[in-house]
């Protein structure tokens, strides 16, 4: 049985994501994510409409969750992603 790891994985290697920002809204690779766990049964039917979150991020969040595009250095020295560190604020010591 595969994992939803290697699923995913597998998803954002034949998409070419290296970066969670290559995930766009309406792209390829998002549909290919969002079918996956809809699929799954995963994604919850609010989010899927819209109406109670946004799929986007629920999907974002859950490859986060993954940890599936962490191998690289993700993180700062406060645990925040590199990316949310860079455009929100500075970076403070921990």
Request: one cysteine or more.
């Amino acid at each position: 049985m595969i994992s939803e790891y290697d699923e995913v994985k597998k998803i954002l290697d034949q998409n070419n994501v290296t970066d969670i920002e290559d995930i766009e809204y309406g792209g390829e690779c998002f549909d290919d994510l969002f079918s996956y766990w809809a699929d799954q049964g995963e994604i919850p039917y609010g989010v899927m409409k819209a109406r109670t979150g946004m799929p986007d991020e629920w999907i974002i969040d859950r490859v986060y969750d993954l940890g599936v595009l962490l191998d690289q250095d993700y993180y700062d020295a406060n645990g925040l992603p590199l990316n949310f560190t860079n455009r929100y604020h500075q970076e403070e010591e921990a």
